[in-house]
């Protein structure tokens, strides 16, 4: 498999970052990556980043908290927003960590199923394989999981979700994965989590052969 360009990813991690002094430069390069990637959302884009430029940084803060944080929308950790505390998020944790080691990656203070390390790891990882299924099998189905939580709701970062799924379902068709498809039905918005079956969880392919998941 031919590694793909995936530069955009990092570029997406970095505006679901905690705002702060370097956020207006993160909306800059996040509306010109939609300009060269999704040219038909740019008009939407520049306007949503406009207004959101607005606030102050501690303004900025507020609104994230509010989303990700206190009292939230939704979450930022990928294998919570899979699995719960169910033990395979413990074990995605411990492989993902092992991946962003491999690629010189460091989580900061958070896990390594955060949203912005899981999209930086898409990002640098060298290996096409395995960024197919951290694609397909992880990203793709939490944020999209992620967006039930929003139904009803005007937020700055559902349109940014948006933008990422669109990419993610553009750039990740899960060839040879479709058996790894979460199923239709954890996507109503009813579920606390999306938890799929232990086959579609912990994929016995690349994945398993590398003991990455």
């Given at each position: 498999?031919?590694?793909k360009?995936l530069n955009?990813?990092?570029?997406?991690?970095d505006?679901?970052?905690?705002?702060?002094?370097?956020f207006?430069?993160?909306?800059?390069?996040?509306?010109?990556?939609?300009?060269?990637?999704?040219?038909?959302?740019a008009?939407?884009?520049?306007?949503?980043?406009?207004?959101?430029?607005?606030?102050t940084?501690?303004?900025?803060?507020e609104?994230?908290?509010?989303?990700f944080?206190?009292?939230?929308?939704?979450y930022?950790?990928?294998?919570?927003?899979?699995?719960?505390?169910?033990y395979?998020?413990a074990?995605?944790?411990?492989n993902?960590?092992n991946?962003?080691?491999?690629?010189?990656?460091?989580?900061?203070?958070?896990?390594?199923?955060?949203?912005?390390?899981?999209?930086?790891?898409?990002?640098?990882?060298?290996?096409?394989?395995?960024?197919?299924?951290?694609?397909?099998?992880?990203?793709?189905?939490?944020?999209?999981?992620?967006l039930?939580?929003?139904?009803?709701?005007?937020?700055y970062?559902?349109?940014?979700?948006?933008?990422?799924?669109?990419?993610?379902?553009?750039?990740?068709k899960?060839?040879?994965l479709?058996e790894?498809?979460v199923?239709?039905?954890?996507?109503?918005?009813?579920?606390?989590?999306?938890?799929?079956?232990?086959?579609?969880?912990?994929?016995?392919?690349?994945?398993?052969?590398?003991?990455?998941?």
């Amino acid at each position: 498999m031919i590694m793909k360009k995936l530069n955009h990813y990092k570029i997406l991690a970095d505006v679901f970052r905690y705002p702060d002094g370097h956020f207006s430069e993160y909306s800059k390069k996040f509306l010109q990556m939609v300009v060269e990637e999704l040219p038909g959302k740019a008009g939407k884009m520049q306007e949503l980043l406009e207004n959101h430029n607005k606030l102050t940084v501690h303004q900025q803060q507020e609104y994230f908290m509010k989303t990700f944080d206190v009292q939230a929308v939704c979450y930022l950790d990928l294998g919570y927003v899979l699995f719960g505390e169910d033990y395979k998020r413990a074990q995605l944790l411990v492989n993902l960590q092992n991946e962003h080691k491999i690629a010189g990656i460091d989580c900061g203070s958070e896990l390594g199923d955060h949203l912005p390390n899981v999209l930086t790891l898409l990002s640098k990882t060298t290996n096409p394989d395995f960024a197919e299924e951290l694609g397909f099998i992880i990203t793709t189905p939490a944020v999209r999981f992620m967006l039930t939580k929003f139904k009803n709701i005007n937020n700055y970062y559902k349109e940014i979700l948006e933008v990422l799924l669109e990419l993610l379902q553009r750039d990740f068709k899960g060839d040879g994965l479709t058996e790894y498809a979460v199923p239709e039905q954890a996507f109503t918005g009813d579920n606390e989590f999306v938890m799929p079956s232990p086959k579609s969880a912990i994929c016995d392919t690349h994945c398993n052969k590398r003991k990455s998941f």
